[in-house]
């Protein structure tokens, strides 16, 4: 799942905890669910570190990336 | 001896004549600017192109060379007022004056516009320009693909804006020639190489090395910093453009001066004024983006408490819901119960000599009910609803009249 990806799931689930139908017991499943999505969001953001790098073709369709 | 030409025995060709009429145009005349009406254009199939340039009184026949036309943006048209530089010669072939044009420049914005409008054209009756093409950039890119000079301002700027913004986001150049006459097909093939990279990474291609497949990009700059308008030309480039709007991520276009709009800006899903503006809108600010999911954080921990509160008070009101019904139905058997009570009461002895009957009991205390019960002289209890009644039997007859009842 990509960050954006995560993050539309992070708004459905917290569209879906609004509503006053949701059963309590679906709703903690949600929250937790949020949670759980949350703390990948965090973590990829903390661990991501960006490069710097020029694409290279070494050979008709063989790609590299290099510094 | 007489010199050349100068008697029927020392005539000279006529090449002869033309060749020395050409060295000494040549030499007298040097390379100069002309200014003229285009008239009677063609272009030869072998790519040169002829005219006259003319004013009221006067004309000059023309060419440009194809070499020379490959470096202008698009053919005059007829009857345009042109500024052409160039030689003035003899063609000795034919005799004829010729002026050799290697620079030809409209007036106003006249050639650029022309050409930057036909360009327009064709891409927008192909409905490359059409804003429903428009694709949304991603909002949290991981790595951005700029395509632009190794060299230039413009990736310096995109890389300390990149960095500024977000240090996770990597940035991938694919290097590039932004300006002179190898910029359209080297911004083509770039976009060549980019397209290729992008569909080896997707299919899994063992042709794509794993550092290059991990850096895949999920948008592209194209772009260079501000320039002349010869020098931006490469993207007002129709081949550009194409491979542009052909790209399989989304596009950033941000081409020199925030008042040059260009061709490339026109294809590109979005249109940025600088190269450092694109990179602004291409990627979000780290700490707003870990607010955000603080905020997110939030909502959620609000959202569930609001759940278990209101959880909680659905349960009460529950709670309380069965205790009215159970109430109710407790009132329900109550009232049941008294009209049984009613009903009863209703069928008691009591009740019947309420109503005017009286009871026989003799003196053993048993009902005395049918006519053999009496003796005669004996006595015995009549009940009354109000009291008792000592009586004695003076006569049995078989023969009394019905009871009437008396209400």
Request: hydrophobic share 45%; charged share 25%.
């Amino acid at each position: 799942m990509t960050f954006e990806q995560t993050l539309m799931r992070l708004d459905e689930i917290a569209v879906a905890l609004d509503r006053d139908d949701v059963p309590l017991e679906r709703a903690l499943a949600l929250f937790e669910e949020g949670i759980a999505k949350l703390r990948e969001a965090s973590s990829e953001l903390a661990t991501a570190e960006g490069k710097v790098k020029t694409l290279v073709e070494e050979a008709e369709g063989v790609f590299e990336v290099r510094e | 001896m007489l010199a050349p030409g100068e008697s029927p025995d020392s005539a000279i060709s006529v090449l002869e004549l033309n060749e020395a009429a050409k060295a000494i145009i040549e030499g007298a005349i040097q390379r100069l600017w002309v200014k003229g009406e285009i008239s009677n254009f063609t272009k030869h199939r072998n790519g040169h192109w002829y005219f006259s340039l003319k004013d009221a009184s006067a004309q000059l026949p023309c060419v440009i060379w194809s070499r020379d036309v490959r470096r202008l943006p698009t053919a005059p048209t007829e009857g345009m007022t042109v500024m052409a530089r160039g030689q003035l010669t003899v063609y000795p072939a034919q005799g004829k004056m010729q002026f050799m044009i290697d620079a030809l420049e409209a007036e106003g914005e006249g050639l650029w516009k022309k050409a930057f409008d036909e360009t327009k054209a064709r891409l927008t009756k192909d409905g490359l320009t059409d804003p429903s093409r428009k694709r949304r950039l991603p909002r949290f890119p991981r790595t951005v693909a700029v395509i632009t000079s190794p060299d230039g301002a413009a990736l310096r700027d995109i890389i300390a804006v990149v960095r500024r913004r977000h240090p996770g986001v990597s940035v991938v150049v694919i290097p590039a020639a932004v300006q002179g006459e190898t910029a359209p097909d080297s911004l083509v093939w770039a976009l060549d190489r980019l397209s290729r990279w992008v569909a080896g990474s997707v299919s899994d291609s063992p042709m794509v090395s794993e550092a290059a497949r991990a850096l895949v990009p999920d948008l592209l700059i194209i772009g260079r910093g501000g320039g002349s308008r010869e020098d931006l030309w490469a993207f007002n480039d129709e081949r550009v453009a194409r491979a542009i709007a052909a790209c399989p991520i989304p596009t950033i276009s941000a081409v020199g001066h925030e008042t040059d709009v260009t061709i490339a800006d026109l294809v590109a899903d979005l249109r940025a004024a600088t190269p450092s503006v694109a990179a602004e809108s291409a990627v979000p600010v780290l700490v707003e983006v870990q607010q955000m999911l603080r905020n997110v954080a939030g909502m959620l921990t609000d959202a569930l408490e609001d759940q278990v509160a209101h959880g909680a008070r659905e349960l009460r009101q529950r709670a309380d819901g069965l205790a009215m019904r159970a109430g109710r139905v407790v009132e329900r058997r109550r009232a049941r119960v008294q009209q049984l009570a009613g009903r009863i009461e209703a069928l008691s002895p009591v009740a019947v000599l309420a109503r005017g009957f009286s009871v026989a009991r003799g003196a053993d205390g048993g009902t005395l009910g049918r006519r053999a019960a009496f003796t005669i002289g004996d006595t015995f209890d009549l009940l009354l609803h109000d009291g008792r009644v000592r009586a004695r039997t003076e006569s049995v007859h078989d023969d009394a009249p019905h009871l009437r009842e008396t209400p």
